[in-house]
């Protein structure tokens, strides 16, 4: 069942007088993707291309994750070449005025490798993978590239996200020798370093492009079946009691705020901080990724024997007040982020844990499979709470 928004379990549909199991007799799965199709062959580029779906695009989702045939395709990463430096005064004189912050480490890199002067812009996405902190990551996009003089090229990096990886990772205007988020472990999503069986996002053409394992057209992504995750989460109960969710799959959820602005700036486990960091000071938040399912301000709810896998975000959240719940026997498998969270306050839209909050008692995780994970935020873990 391809969903097109988010099922919703709510007191209308369940409780103590009335208890609510959902459950198939045989195979029933509930996905959140959308089909990549009008594949064409680029025989001198060794490249399959498609038209980004219309679910995502300007103005609209990101798209971050390509399942080809079941398999996840990963996107081209690399670490360049030459120097990468952190940006000087000196550096930043090419930004327009205005723009400049009063701090020139605010701003981003310099670099001595040419190929990222093709880089287009907010398509590049940094990747520190624990060198700030060995227990945390961040992800932050390219905002977009400058040319300094022949052989150096500003690389200005998105905002707040790079400020708040900046901040998270120790530097402050009190501390300004402190190094921060330090040189990025590597770049994501580069086009020019596209390699067999991997695929990036093409913002310049508007296209999906995957080449292939082999140099020949083959069969295309199209007919093994090339789904992108466009739904954040599949199934949310919310304000009721007495649910049983047994033997359903759940496949293809995202998470879109990488891709944004704000990126991703990990705290631990999985969870990061939002923009509100800037304006509180707190950088040590503990906010929570969307997952595909989500109980929130529930109670006796079970999740059990379902098949949780291919997803952008988490897999299972219980939060927001839910209490004497649980998922067991549950199988995870090719997950972003965490399998399962327990715990968490709903602030605004966004799942946060709250130690001022009421205690939520009873949530468990007993007797689940969790494999190949986390295949995305490599902080993240098996059970959070």
Known sequence: YNLNQTIEITAADAGPAHPLTLTAQGSAVLSGGVAVEGWAWDAAAGVWSAPVPSAFGAGKAPLRQLFVGGRRVPRPAVALAGAVNATTAADISVLPAASRPSDPKLVGYVATDESVRAWAPNAVEAVYNGTAQEWTEHRCGVSHVLPINASATLIVMRQPCFELAMRRSGWSEKQPSAAGVG????????????????????????????????????????????????????????????????????????????????????????????????????????????????????????IERCDVRRLGGAGVTFGGGSANSTVRRCRFDDVSGSAVQLGGSVRNGTLEVDSTAPAQVGLSAMDNTITNLPAEYHDAVGIFG
């Open 183 to 302: 040189i990025p472990h590597f770049f994501e999503n580069v086009r020019s370093a596209l390699s067999p069986g991997q695929w990036c996002a093409n913002s310049t053409a508007g296209t999906v492009d995957f080449r292939p394992l082999t140099a020949s057209a083959g069969e295309s992504p199209g007919e093994q079946g090339a789904v992108a995750p466009a739904l954040e989460s599949l199934l949310h109960i919310v304000g009721t009691s007495h649910v049983r969710v047994a033997g359903i799959g759940l496949e293809h959820s995202a998470w879109f705020q990488p891709s944004t602005d704000t990126g991703y700036v990990g705290t631990q486990a999985g969870t990061f901080l939002t923009a509100a960091s800037l304006a509180t000071g707190n950088y040590n938040g503990w906010w929570m990724m969307p997952s595909a399912l989500f109980v929130e301000g529930s109670s006796s709810v079970t």
